[in-house]
């Protein structure tokens, strides 16, 4: 990014000021910027050591931080003692804690379940999608199922799988706040209901899915532009049998959500699937359910009961159901398993994402797009977050009023 000297700085007066921080995709910089936010935009940066605002300026101190794009969680059950699909009222206690993880946006998830209650999820999540003072942003629901290929349930349960029903997703629109349609394309009449969701706005994900590779691009040609965690739920590869992984490594296009906790992928896998397709190819997610931020014991995600021990969340036979990873926790781990930069590591967690959704105001830190902001020391522990140019987490106290 070119910083944007044309800002008048001096008598000038923002919203907010974030002072002497470094960018992101500017790591052989050694000058620290302020980024001007006016109205919960992203007015400019200044380069160098202005390191003052004006009068009337509220102002959070970055210095000896990274300063990057808010993170998007594509992929998020619940959190904190909340389940999104059983439990769909409590958003918001959910949204409350994010910041702390770095999220600024994400998508609440709803698993396989009986038709009311996935109309109920949808209606409920919907109606709460305005962010709130102190909140993550809800950016649409992302519905994991129904219309998932029983070989390939994970921890989905069967009895709720069901063929895709033009009918069923009849509401699913970006309209009506559905983001994401997770469904396996190999399935009869998802080729169909793909062009259907395209055409109300919604995004389509592979998932939980045994498409050959001949499967897999027909429903790319229908419209399909992402896969739902890379590895878990879909075919094997090998190397005369490339299943579903295979295709989806060797793909262009495709944006493909991973979940980066060292269980649910192990580390080289990671480190193959970054090599394949790098930042722009994709999307870091966590995939947590109840549990996170909720410590070890017995906990629901739809009408399943989960167990979580120091082996992950599984089902009473084992397996693995989503996960208690932090968003900052994955790039950490992304760092450490694949070596890639941090500016990589943000890109997958925020840009790529963005992109996916349509959301080119989100992701990046351009001038008129949304100040939404993390603030990451050099572990890349979260420090600071902001939302809309509202400073919502703060435990180091680095903000300070407009005088
Ligand atoms: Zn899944």
Redesign the pocket.
Same mark, same amino acid.
């Given at each position: 990014m070119s910083t944007t000297p044309s800002v008048a700085t001096g008598s000038t007066s923002f919203d907010l000021t974030v002072i002497g921080g470094r960018l992101i995709d500017d790591p052989q910089s050694d000058q620290d910027i302020d980024l001007d936010i006016i109205g919960g935009r992203i007015a400019g940066t200044v380069t160098g050591r202005r390191h003052t605002a004006g009068t009337g300026t509220a102002v959070l101190d970055a210095s000896d931080c990274i300063i990057a794009p808010g993170w998007i969680d594509l992929?998020l059950n619940g959190g904190w003692g909340v389940d999104f699909t059983s439990q769909p009222q409590r958003i918001r206690e959910v949204a409350r804690r994010l910041p702390a993880t770095g999220v600024t946006s994400f998508l609440p998830t709803v698993?396989s379940s009986s038709p009311a209650t996935t109309a109920r999820a949808v209606t409920t999540l919907s109606a709460a999608s305005t962010r709130h003072h102190g909140e993550a942003r809800s950016l649409g629901i992302h519905l994991?199922g129904p219309f998932l290929n029983p070989l390939r349930k994970?921890? /989905?349960p069967p009895h709720h799988l069901r063929l895709p029903s033009i009918e069923e997703a009849a509401q699913w629109s970006a309209a009506a706040g559905v983001a994401m349609v &997770?469904l396996a394309p190999e399935l009869a009449g998802a080729l169909e209901l793909i062009d259907v969701l395209r055409a109300n706005g919604v995004v389509v994900s592979a998932?939980?899915t045994a498409a050959n590779a001949e499967e897999l691009r027909l429903g790319i040609d229908a419209g399909i532009t992402a896969a &739902? /965690?890379l590895y878990?739920?879909m075919g094997p590869f090998g190397g005369r049998e490339p299943g579903t992984v295979g295709p989806l490594l060797a793909d262009r296009t495709v944006v493909t959500g991973l979940i980066v906790d060292g269980l649910h992928v192990d580390p080289i896998m990671v480190d193959v699937a970054w090599r394949a397709r790098g930042p722009r190819g994709i999307a870091l997610v966590t995939?947590a359910i109840t549990a996170l931020g909720a410590g070890y014991g017995a906990f629901g995600i739809g009408d399943t009961e989960i167990i979580v021990d120091e082996t992950g969340a599984r089902t009473a036979t084992g397996i693995l159901a989503?996960s208690v990873l932090r968003m900052d926790e994955a790039v950490r781990n992304l760092i450490a398993f694949t070596g890639c930069s941090s500016a990589d590591a943000l890109v997958a967690a925020s840009t790529t994402p963005a992109i996916l959704l349509g959301r080119s105001d989100l992701g990046n830190l351009l001038v008129g797009s949304i100040a939404d902001l993390v603030l990451l020391d050099g572990a890349h522990d979260v420090v600071s977050t902001v939302i809309d140019g509202e400073v919502v987490y703060d435990p180091q106290q680095r903000f300070s009023p407009a005088r």
């Open positions: 992929q698993i994991e994970g921890a /989905h &997770t998932g939980h &739902t /965690h878990n739920a995939d989503g």
